[in-house]
């Protein structure tokens, strides 16, 4: 077993090695230095994206788990207050679970209103195509699932989208309510360099 380790530690350190750039960007400190002496001369650009967010938490295969559930949410929260949830959801271009995937949305988000159910969102959108293909998009904001419309800050990203803002609106597309399985329709405006 120890063997193995060694092997799988040694592909994992020649992977990151020979892959030192995300799609056109070089990687590492000298990189991103460089990059950042030329970002006063930069101009900022506007990328816009549209996808299909799934999230799965039924069945063989879950993208979205429980990691955390507090003894009083399973008993008294109508909200789920205090659950938490360890996410690796797809990204497709079109909202059947088959369409062509374009990347995935990794991260956490837990139930954060005693109220009425909201969400803090801490994810990033990694895309996996294309040339954002290695390319992050960080979003860090509350989502209230029943609303028709929300909008969740972008606070920054990797790759191509080093130092981005903007905003993520989700709309959700379709919810199994037995389930809880839902597909989340996602109209994305950025500004990076």
């Known amino acids: 077993m120890e063997n193995t ?10 992977m990151a090695i020979a892959m030192p750039i995300a799609q056109g960007v070089v990687l590492g400190p000298k990189a991103v ?25 039924s069945g063989k295969n879950p ?5 955390v559930q507090p003894n009083m949410t399973t008993n008294k929260s109508p909200t789920f207050f205090g659950s938490v949830a360890m996410i690796d959801d797809p990204l497709t ?17 837990g139930s954060a209103d005693q109220n009425e159910f909201g ?13 954002y293909n290695g390319s992050t998009l960080s979003v860090l904001g509350r989502n ?23 905003i993520a609106t989700a709309k959700t597309y379709r919810m199994n309510m037995n389930t809880g399985d839902a597909i989340v329709e996602y109209n994305v405006i950025v500004l990076h360099y």
């Open 5 to 14: 380790n060694v092997v799988l530690w040694l592909c994992f350190i020649l």
């Open 33 to 57: 230095d460089q990059w950042f002496q030329k970002l006063p001369n930069a101009k900022q650009k506007v990328t816009k994206f549209h996808f299909y967010f799934h999230d799965i938490v």
């Open 63 to 67: 993208t979205a788990i429980s990691i």
């Open 93 to 109: 271009v079109g909202p059947k679970p088959n369409s062509t995937i374009v990347g995935r949305a990794q991260g956490i988000y």
């Open 119 to 131: 969400l803090i969102m801490a994810l990033n959108f990694v895309f996996t195509t294309g040339k």
């Open 144 to 166: 209230q699932p029943f609303h028709k419309y929300r909008e969740m800050p972008i606070i920054g990203g990797s790759g191509i989208f080093r130092l981005a803002q903007g």
